[in-house]
């Protein structure tokens, strides 16, 4: 039954597109509108909610002093992870994650981690011994697709509004700095955008419906300075070498327009935009 | 990816990488089709220090049977690394790093396979990286693709595999471990030569637009070389190709 409405639905959809028209009435390269609600859990050092259209994803960071790893003594931890509820969609059961599940959160921790948005080497309580972690865990409560960048922007976001505790290094372990709080040591501001491919029309911010029936998708994150600094490329199809330029060109400029919201937040700020 | 300190000198005045090799080579490449006896088709493919074997089960029953579909068989690609493959020993259950790479390599070679000719049926390909050296995904790309056409499996098209990158303010072709380690940018590419799709397509790393194009023209460069060895290794096992070892239909 429902693969039935499926195909119908996919059919539809691609006679639009072959009129330059999407099944919501947006041009190829628009975004859904996104709202950015930062400072939502008090809790956490820092969150940030953030809708693109009906999908919905809550991001709240948490900080607190960790082991470095043992290759690197010199460099805090950051740690980005991502898990869809399960009243998120109907097909999301409980359990450990599918790999799609962990592809998104792979992609959304390399495309903050890449562009350097935490300058880890600043979040060093005593080398070798003690670091700060930053841990910006995003759940997905509403599902409508374009998962990569709604929790890409909410953690973003998330990180954007954090007010960081302080620890010294005293007896041999790190200790609370009482009422000394500063933001995260912040480098740039990372955007992902990502494009899905139906036929051989390229659409950005797929729905979950053009999400169902698209061929291949690409997400792109850059960087302030309108630089690349991840990509992952999806989908049981593939892209020609100039869609594939064409699609930097475009994470660049939507990206830059996208990056004006994150403008106004900052550390204990609550915001909505 | 870790630390990004260029201890070591990457890219010398002359133009020449830490292992020798200029911006534009590939390391060495070596494949041979088949080599395993029971899988279906198979590819063994030494790429620079990367060892790797491929090996391709099917079309087949599924199991479970609820993941079947109806309408076209479907594709399974596992790729493991093994315990003693890396400098310190992995944890021999399967990593998310290793999920991650198994879906993006199934995702590359479905555009190639015609799995719509085997309904209700699964071909299951299983990578064993037996040695690490950077660049594991795009060997073993290149292997499932030689083992999926030593299997006979219909196919529209081979995925060549071969990543480009960024060391030293320089765009280089096919990144090893050092670069891997403290280069600029690692971008895997997967490209099917005939139908000019790019297949596969990952970056960490930050690339100007300019360079980032750069990375792009001079990865599928890449992947035309290793093309060109996917092929000389199923002719040397199917044909008496130019070097006239083994011969027509030939098992193993």
Same mark, same amino acid.
């Given at each position: 039954?429902?693969?039935?409405?499926?195909?119908?639905?996919?059919?539809?959809?691609?006679?639009?597109?072959?009129?330059?028209?999407?099944?919501?009435?947006?041009?190829?390269?628009?975004?859904?509108?996104?709202?950015?609600?930062?400072?939502?859990?008090?809790?956490?050092?820092?969150?940030?909610?953030?809708?693109?259209?009906?999908?919905?994803?809550?991001?709240?960071?948490?900080?607190?002093?960790?082991?470095?790893?043992?290759?690197?003594?010199?460099?805090?931890?950051?740690?980005?992870?991502?898990?869809?509820?399960?009243?998120?969609?109907?097909?999301?059961?409980?359990?450990?994650?599918?790999?799609?599940?962990?592809?998104?959160?792979?992609?959304?921790?390399?495309?903050?981690?890449?562009?350097?948005?935490?300058?880890?080497?600043?979040?060093?309580?005593?080398?070798?011994?003690?670091?700060?972690?930053?841990?910006?865990?995003?759940?997905?409560?509403?599902?409508?697709?374009?998962?990569?960048?709604?929790?890409?922007?909410?953690?973003?976001?998330?990180?954007?509004?954090?007010?960081?505790?302080?620890?010294?290094?005293?007896?041999?372990?790190?200790?609370?700095?009482?009422?000394?709080?500063?933001?995260?040591?912040?480098?740039?501001?990372?955007?992902?955008?990502?494009?899905?491919?139906?036929?051989?029309?390229?659409?950005?911010?797929?729905?979950?419906?053009?999400?169902?029936?698209?061929?291949?998708?690409?997400?792109?994150?850059?960087?302030?300075?309108?630089?690349?600094?991840?990509?992952?490329?999806?989908?049981?199809?593939?892209?020609?070498?100039?869609?594939?330029?064409?699609?930097?060109?475009?994470?660049?400029?939507?990206?830059?327009?996208?990056?004006?919201?994150?403008?106004?937040?900052?550390?204990?700020?609550?915001?909505?935009? | 990816?870790?630390?990004?300190?260029?201890?070591?000198?990457?890219?010398?005045?002359?133009?020449?990488?830490?292992?020798?090799?200029? #911006? =534009?080579?590939?390391?060495? %490449?070596?494949?041979?089709? $088949? *080599?395993?006896?029971? /899988?279906?088709? &198979? +590819?063994?493919?030494?790429?620079?220090?990367?060892?790797?074997?491929?090996?391709?089960?099917?079309?087949?029953?599924?199991?479970?049977?609820?993941?079947?579909?109806?309408?076209?068989?479907?594709?399974?690609?596992?790729?493991?690394?093994?315990?003693?493959?890396?400098?310190?020993?992995?944890?021999?259950?399967?990593?998310?790093?290793?999920?991650?790479?198994?879906?993006?390599?199934?995702?590359?070679?479905?555009?190639?396979?015609?799995?719509?000719?085997?309904?209700?049926?699964? #071909? =299951?390909?299983?990578?064993? %990286?037996?040695?690490?050296? $950077? *660049?594991?995904?795009? /060997?073993?790309? &290149? +292997?499932?693709?030689?083992?999926?056409?030593?299997?006979?499996?219909?196919?529209?098209?081979?995925?060549?595999?071969?990543?480009?990158?960024?060391?030293?303010?320089?765009?280089?072709?096919?990144?090893?471990?050092?670069?891997?380690?403290?280069?600029?940018?690692?971008?895997?590419?997967?490209?099917?030569?005939?139908?000019?799709?790019?297949?596969?397509?990952?970056?960490?790393?930050?690339?100007?637009?300019?360079?980032?194009?750069?990375?792009?023209?001079?990865?599928?460069?890449?992947?035309?070389?290793?093309?060109?060895?996917?092929?000389?290794?199923?002719?040397?096992?199917?044909?008496?190709?130019?070097?006239?070892?083994?011969?027509?239909?030939?098992?193993?």
């Amino acid at each position: 039954m429902s693969e039935i409405i499926d195909s119908l639905k996919r059919a539809r959809i691609e006679e639009l597109l072959e009129q330059g028209k999407r099944l919501d009435g947006r041009a190829f390269d628009e975004f859904r509108e996104i709202s950015i609600e930062t400072g939502a859990i008090p809790k956490a050092n820092g969150s940030a909610r953030v809708r693109i259209g009906d999908t919905e994803v809550v991001c709240g960071v948490k900080i607190q002093p960790d082991r470095p790893f043992p290759d690197s003594g010199d460099k805090g931890i950051f740690i980005c992870t991502a898990e869809m509820l399960p009243l998120s969609h109907s097909s999301v059961e409980t359990g450990p994650p599918g790999p799609h599940v962990i592809e998104l959160a792979r992609v959304v921790d390399r495309g903050i981690r890449e562009s350097h948005m935490i300058d880890v080497s600043q979040l060093v309580i005593k080398e070798n011994k003690s670091v700060v972690g930053v841990f910006a865990d995003n759940v997905v409560v509403d599902y409508d697709g374009n998962l990569f960048d709604a929790c890409s922007f909410a953690a973003t976001a998330a990180l954007l509004s954090t007010k960081s505790p302080k620890w010294e290094f005293k007896d041999d372990a790190p200790a609370l700095v009482e009422g000394s709080e500063a933001d995260l040591p912040v480098g740039t501001i990372p955007v992902s955008v990502t494009m899905g491919k139906i036929g051989q029309h390229v659409l950005v911010d797929p729905n979950a419906d053009e999400w169902q029936c698209m061929d291949a998708r690409v997400t792109i994150t850059t960087n302030s300075d309108g630089n690349i600094c991840a990509m992952q490329k999806g989908g049981h199809d593939g892209f020609t070498l100039e869609q594939i330029k064409e699609c930097g060109k475009t994470s660049a400029r939507i990206g830059a327009e996208i990056r004006k919201k994150f403008d106004g937040i900052s550390a204990g700020s609550d915001t909505e935009q | 990816m870790g630390g990004r300190e260029a201890t070591m000198v990457l890219l010398d005045e002359n133009g020449i990488r830490c292992d020798g090799r200029k #911006v =534009d080579e590939t390391r060495r %490449v070596m494949i041979k089709a $088949g *080599g395993l006896k029971n /899988a279906d088709g &198979s +590819a063994y493919i030494e790429f620079g220090d990367n060892k790797i074997v491929a090996g391709v089960f099917g079309p087949r029953d599924v199991h479970p049977k609820h993941m079947s579909d109806t309408d076209t068989g479907i594709l399974r690609v596992r790729y493991h690394m093994e315990p003693f493959s890396v400098g310190e020993r992995k944890n021999p259950a399967p990593s998310r790093r290793e999920i991650e790479i198994s879906k993006v390599i199934k995702e590359a070679l479905e555009p190639a396979v015609m799995l719509e000719m085997f309904p209700r049926t699964v #071909v =299951d390909v299983f990578i064993e %990286v037996l040695q690490a050296d $950077g *660049g594991t995904r795009c /060997a073993a790309l &290149s +292997a499932a693709s030689v083992a999926l056409a030593d299997a006979g499996i219909p196919m529209r098209d081979m995925v060549a595999a071969c990543a480009a990158g960024k060391v030293a303010d320089t765009v280089i072709l096919d990144v090893n471990n050092e670069e891997d380690q403290a280069g600029q940018a690692d971008m895997p590419m997967g490209y099917m030569p005939t139908l000019e799709k790019i297949t596969l397509l990952q970056l960490d790393g930050i690339l100007t637009p300019e360079e980032y194009e750069k990375c792009v023209e001079i990865g599928i460069k890449g992947c035309m070389q290793v093309y060109e060895l996917q092929k000389k290794a199923l002719s040397e096992k199917y044909f008496d190709g130019e070097n006239g070892k083994g011969g027509r239909g030939q098992k193993r």
